[in-house]
């Protein structure tokens, strides 16, 4: 007999962006489907409708494909499955597993004050469950609201998750849970447990603050004479507080990490890692090797830090794999939207453009940082970094970029070997250092302090610009000098 085909879910609530705790969440599922050659799903679950938006959905699901995760069926929503609830109920109720409660919301809280006072357990005290056959026909007759429990079974539950072992749980700290609100709305536990069984989900794999929930559906599952998928439940990630990340707290969501520059793959990465290891010291691993790799065996229970500065460091990683020709496809509409050149200019200067990604590219560690460090290579109208200028601007550097300018003005072939030749010489002839002349010159062919090896900006620039940015400079200097 074949082994029956792994079905797994990611059940994103459109009460917010895609953050990055459902991100890593959908990561897993993704990874373990592909691994096992089974299937990922999508079920949408809006039908909170104070909290849902369905405006946000669109944003949730291109963010996942950004991440570079694939569903294999068309998406599912809760909302458009209402009324299906209603069988599952029924069925509960003619089982005598669930029962009506007509307890008002008054009573209820009346109830939970006074067990508070009396320092005693908060769970529901089952009035309702020995109701007579007369007295619940009375009450229906009167058009009494009710709601529907389940009913919690006596002794207790075990079940084996695939990540945390075995976990058991007393059915007494279980109060008969709602499963249906008095208006026919399935409780969140009850259409989560009918909707994996209709998909047929066979593995649940979320975070481990649902463990709670996980004994509540197990008990819907039995009661309905179903049989649970098998469960895993993932370690959630941290803020560097200690505090779970949240969208609440305000924390970032996946989209807002991609427009501040890092790559999908970096990030799909980053959060591969975050709770899961490959058990070696490798952290670079691209999704390929990771659909061959990821076991759920491998993922450890304690809880990991959202570490920002990891996230960036290994996007440096993954900008730094990528060949120049890619990454100049990447930035390019970057560089024209922040009015550096025009489309125009840079396809008919490509080569160019690429010389100047593979200068940037060792410092890079977001590809935002391509468009922060590149404007000086597409025109001179910018302006000196006033620390710079007060550390190195001076009369007697503008002297010294004058007598460089003579230098690079006999210079025949402005190549990196005669420009790096012509200021050594001068530098030897001043007996001073290479980076008293460097330092300067690089302020005022950039505007900038820091950047690549000045050597390859001034070949890429040419001779004609670089000349008239030094003695630009020099009028500079000597302008504040006037002053």
Known sequence: MS??????????????????????????NWLYARNKGGKFLVRIEDT??????AALVQPILDAMKWLGIDWDEEPVYQSKKIDSYGVYVNKLINSGNAYRCFCTPDELDERR????????????NRACLHRSEDEIKQLLAENKPFAIRLKIPDGETT?????????????????????????GRAIYNLAVVVDDHEMGITDVIRGNDHISNTFKQIHIYQA???????????????????????KRLGDKDVAEYGAEGILPEAMFNFLCLLGWSPKDDREFLPIEELKKIFVLENVNGSNPIFN?????????????????????????????????TSKYWLETRWQYLMDIIGMLKERCKRMSDFVAMSEHFFHNEFEYDDKAVKKRFNHEA?????QLCDKFESIGNFKLENIEGALGD?????????????HPVRLAVSGISFGPSLYHILEALGQQEVLARMKKAIEFINKMGDK
Request: aromatic share 6%; charged share 30%; with cysteine.
């Open 3 to 28: 082994e029956k085909e792994v079905r797994v879910r990611i059940a994103p609530s459109p009460s917010g962006y895609l953050h990055v705790g459902t991100a890593r969440t959908a990561i897993f």
């Open 159 to 183: 079940y084996n998750d695939k990540i945390l072992g075995d976990i058991t749980r007393q059915n007494s700290e279980i109060e008969d849970l709602i499963i249906c609100r008095a208006n």
């Open 224 to 246: 309905l004479s179903l049989t649970p998928p098998n469960f895993a439940h993932v370690p959630l990630i941290l803020r560097p507080d200690k505090k779970k990340v949240s």
């Open 426 to 438: 001068l530098a030897e002839e001043l007996q001073i250092k290479k980076g008293e002349l460097i």
């Open 48 to 53: 909170d409708v104070s909290r849902s938006d």
């Open 398 to 402: 503008a002297e010294r970029m004058k």
């Open 308 to 340: 920002e500065e990891k996230l960036i460091a290994l996007n440096g990683e993954y900008i730094r794999s990528y060949p120049d020709h890619e990454l100049a496809a990447m930035v390019a509409p970057e560089l024209v939207r922040a009015g550096y």
């Open 113 to 124: 004050k006074k067990a508070m006072a009396e320092k005693k357990p908060l769970q529901y």
